[in-house]
């Protein structure tokens, strides 16, 4: 397929056309790398201005590519985030030398969004100082690159805690609020984004500008869940709450069906304060539930926990014994299962984030199994969001998807409560334009395991659950970089286009993150 | 278990294998006083995935503290604190032959030949027996080192390694001799190292042997233990704890549930070092920053800081008016008292 350069500020042409066929391979869409045209005058002004610009092979080189490890690029130089000021220059000399400019938290994208291909890369974890904890009202100030673990640690100390953020550790405030951040209790509490009560943001003309829904909302709203497209995010105001540990319960299914069915009941019943599943593959499907107080618990001891269809965990190694006995071809598969079982279940249970049953630090015992056990040099994670009630069928034909490409597979399941009046929040973003009350996130999670796949594999298992999500009329969490053909298939040439003319407005440079969603 | 679900434990792997993740950042000292990322883990491992020179990497090379936090947080199981003292001992050999050297390092050159050509010491301590390795700033402390005999019952070994510890923080060569000739003589003992470092690499040396560090060797003894409470906040030595990380951090777990003291670890059960120095600060060409210890406290109201090591003492001392005591100093054994009276005063 030839890709057309494309000029800053225009729209090329969509590189997956609307009327491909579904499941074919597709070409990535990794942006070409900017020519540098004009860079050293664009240094020089830096160094007029006092901006600190590092160059060459070790202040780059952390930045060679993302959480994904399928797209690499070299940004020209590298500034790390020091203050608005030092940013609002910055943007200023990129605009006037047309410079682009990527903005990193904690680079946990996977489609390449954080990598720069040429340009300067801001690396925004440079801002990362609580700047104020008020206990009372239940707030904290931040600057925005303090990765979310950062931020627990000083809020801990208060004993407060975060409302949700991604279970991984080292996204970062900022990354998260331009991208979503769902947690095991977004589908009570909203995700991340919704979390932000105002923001202090640069734009990408160099204004410094504060903004929230009754201040400069319409900043606000492009900026939030807007990918870095609008702003750079470099302080916020987040919504807290008294640290608690939490009561951990597990279900098991072998439907992925049931399971989904049993998770969508509870989160509209407010039935539990945490909730998700977790697979190996299709054949060890476990629902989590965590509450936060006894109360909450006993109450779904009392109403909820008998409609379960899951089993608990002795019961269903029953069920699987007897299900792998009739089916001795596929004890390979049994195998799996039980090793499986015996490296990750303990981590859950490790007796140092245990106090009486409790569990203590949730994100540092989830993320740390995340990254032990699923993670690796590359990470392709492929998602898609969708309204409650498209939601199983998005997951089985994905889960199908899956089967085809990979011998094995997480899937990660969650909900997501909407506030309706953040709608326009939402717009053009990972929520899915159809979704009222809640919408789900299904992640398709293969497991390298050290193996050796080509990017055309990757890629094409990508293309085949992002085709379904254009043919559900849904959306996805990580739109981006590589991924960004579909975005016109998705939302439609009308809202793109109104979304770029906006964009256009606010950096007529095209400067910003200008790899990501145009 | 059968033998197909049994997998050994996996070696450490190398830098290549860095995936990216940043956990290691968010427990290094030296990203904590800098927010700057080449002055981390990653920052060296992806330096070096990108072709990076040790000339180019001096930065982090120098500033680390070597506490090894990063060692037990890495997903990837790459031996990171070990691959620093790799790199620094590589940059010190890539010195042009004539070049100036500190002299701290010149003497120590000098000591570890010096000790290689000599003859082991004479065996004082009977083979078996248990032996102390106190280290060169408890051996300054005569009165304490008198009561951490007591508590503990040992005798101190006359080589205790400091020559070697010392040279693996500094990144100097040491003579093969002289470390077979250390190693022979431990051969067979029970070890209580004071130094984390000099124990961290006594793990992979003596892979057999016993081996203990200070704080547990202290904390285990009744007379220690029951004076622990909760008002404490009790500070880990941080090498000899991420050396080991599985059985210490059980071990302080159970600690801190029997005795209810409060740990100087992080929300990742990651020993916060306190007194986090790089080589310059070793080398005495900069002062030490007070970073790490001024965090430990932010937000906690002991009543009491109880260290493990001189080094803790010192920085807690630095940038707070509350007590702070040495664990051999919670020891308060009548019968001992009266067999070490000189050493309680
Ligand atoms: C192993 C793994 C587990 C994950 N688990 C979860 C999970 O449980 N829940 C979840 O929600 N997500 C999860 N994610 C996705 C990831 O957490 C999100 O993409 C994340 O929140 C991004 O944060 P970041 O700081 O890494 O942002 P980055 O990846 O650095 O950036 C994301 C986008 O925002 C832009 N950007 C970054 N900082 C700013 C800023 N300050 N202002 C404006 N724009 C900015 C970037 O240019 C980029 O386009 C996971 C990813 C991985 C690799
Ligand atoms: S040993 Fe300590 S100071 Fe050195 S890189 Fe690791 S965490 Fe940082
Ligand atoms: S923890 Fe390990 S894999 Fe992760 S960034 Fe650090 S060195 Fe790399």
């Known amino acids: ?518 | 278990m059968p033998a197909f679900l049994a997998r050994a434990p996996a070696a450490p792997r190398d830098y290549a294998a860095c995936s990216g993740c940043s956990l290691c950042l968010l427990v290094c000292p030296m990203w904590r006083g800098s927010h700057d990322p080449r002055l981390t883990p990653e920052g060296l491992a992806k330096g070096l995935q990108s072709g990076a020179t040790v000339r180019e990497l001096a930065a982090p090379i120098v500033a680390c503290s070597l506490c090894g936090a990063c060692d037990p947080v890495c997903p990837e199981r790459i031996d990171l604190s070990g691959l620093i003292m790799d790199l620094r001992l590589r940059s010190a050999n890539s010195l042009p032959p004539n070049s100036p050297q500190p002299a701290v390092i010149v003497e120590l050159s000098a000591r570890l030949h010096q000790a290689a050509g000599a003859a082991p010491a004479a065996g004082v301590v009977s083979r078996s027996a248990p032996v102390l390795l106190p280290g060169p700033e408890l051996r300054a402390d005569p009165a304490l080192l008198a009561r951490v005999q007591a508590l503990l019952g040992l005798a101190v070994f006359d080589d205790d390694g400091a020559d070697i510890a010392l040279a693996l923080e500094l990144g100097v060569e040491i003579p093969q001799q002289r470390l077979h000739g250390f190693l022979d003589s431990l051969r067979g003992h029970t070890i209580v190292a004071a130094d984390g470092l000099l124990l961290r690499q006594l793990r992979r040396w003596l892979p057999g042997s016993q081996r203990m560090g200070l704080g547990p060797a202290l904390s285990t003894r009744a007379a220690v233990r029951s004076n622990l409470v909760p008002s404490d906040l009790y500070v880990i030595e941080p090498r000899a704890f991420h050396g080991d990380y599985e059985r210490m951090v059980g071990y302080y777990d159970r600690l801190q549930r029997e005795t209810g003291c409060s740990l100087s670890l992080d929300l990742q059960r990651i020993a916060i070092p306190a007194a986090s120095s790089g080589l310059a600060q070793k080398l005495g060409l900069a002062a030490g920053d007070d970073v790490q210890a001024k965090w430990m406290l932010q937000g906690r109201k002991p009543a009491r800081i109880v260290v493990e090591s001189l080094a803790d003492r010192a920085a807690f001392e630095r940038v707070c008016d509350l007590p702070v005591v040495h664990l051999a100093e919670l020891g308060e054994d009548p019968q001992m008292m009266q067999k070490f009276r000189h050493a309680f005063g």
């Not at chain 1, 664009?42 to 060459?56: M, R, S, Y």
């Not at chain 1, 590298?78 to 910055?90: F, N």
């Not at chain 1, 004993?159 to 209790?185: C, E, F, K, M, W």
Request: charged fraction near 20%.
């Open chain 1, 1 to 518: 397929m030839k890709l057309f350069p494309v000029e800053p500020g225009t729209v090329g042409p969509c590189p997956v056309a609307p009327d491909a066929l579904q499941g074919i391979k597709r070409q990535q869409t990794n942006p070409a790398r900017w020519n540098g045209a004009g860079w050293q005058d664009f240094v020089a002004a830096l160094g007029n201005a006092g901006v600190e610009l590092a160059e060459g092979t070790v202040a780059c080189g952390v930045y060679a590519t993302d959480a994904g490890g399928t797209a690499y690029g070299m940004p020209h130089g590298v500034v790390i985030a020091r203050s608005a000021g030092q940013i609002s220059l910055l943007l200023k000399a990129a605009q006037s030398h047309r410079v682009p400019v990527t903005v990193r938290g904690g680079g946990l994208t996977t489609e390449g969004e954080s990598v720069a291909f040429g340009g300067v890369l801001l690396d925004m974890t440079g801002m990362s100082r609580v700047l104020q904890i008020d206990a009372a009202a239940l707030t904290v100030r931040t600057e925005a690159g303090i990765y979310w673990h950062s931020l627990a640690e000083e809020l801990r100390r208060e004993n407060l805690d975060y409302l949700s953020a991604p279970l991984n550790l080292t996204s970062s405030v900022g990354g998260t609020l331009g991208v979503g951040g769902i947690d095991v209790n977004s589908a009570r509490l909203g995700c991340s984004a919704d979390q932000a009560l105002s923001l202090q943001v640069v734009t990408p003309t160099g204004e410094i500008v504060e903004c929230s829904d009754s201040e400069n909302p319409e900043l606000f709203q492009r900026v939030i869940l807007g990918y870095g497209q609008f702003g750079i995010i470099t302080a916020a105001t987040l919504r807290v709450r008294p640290y608690t540990p939490l009561a951990m319960r597990y279900f098991y299914y072998s439907s992925l069906r049931t399971a989904i069915e049993d998770l969508q009941m509870l989160d509209a019943n407010d039935a539990s304060d945490y909730s998700g599943i977790l697979t190996i593959m299709d054949c060890a499907v476990n629902l989590l539930v965590a509450f936060d107080s006894d109360e909450r618990e006993a109450v779904f001891h009392a109403n909820w926990k008998s409609r379960l269809r899951g089993y608990g965990e002795f019961g269903f190694a029953l069920c699987m014994a007897g299900h792998y006995a009739l089916r001795p071809w596929k004890f390979r598969e049994a195998l799996y299962l039980l090793q499986r079982k015996r490296e990750v279940f303990p981590e859950f249970r490790r007796p140092e984030y245990m106090r009486d049953g409790k569990m203590h630090d949730r994100s540092v015992v989830f993320s740390r199994a995340v990254w032990k056990h699923w993670g690796s040099r590359q990470m392709v994670i492929p998602d898609l969001a969708t309204s409650a009630d498209k939601f199983i069928e998005a997951v089985e034909r994905g889960n199908a998807v899956c089967r085809k490409y990979f011998a094995h597979y997480t899937l990660y399941c969650v909900g997501i409560k909407l506030r309706p009046e953040h709608q326009p929040h939402y717009e053009m973003s990972c929520i899915p334009p159809d979704a009222e009350g809640w919408a789900y996130g299904c992640e398709f999670e293969p497991m390298i395991e050290g193996g050796v796949y080509s990017r055309d594999h990757f890629q094409a298992f990508k293309n085949a659950i992002y085709d379904i999500g254009v043919d559900l009329g849904a959306s996805y969490y990580r739109f981006g970089g590589m991924m960004k053909g579909y975005i016109r298939r998705v939302f439609g040439d009308a809202l793109v286009d109104r979304h770029l003319a906006m964009k256009r407005r606010a950096d007529p440079a095209m400067i910003l993150n200008r790899d990501v969603i145009f």
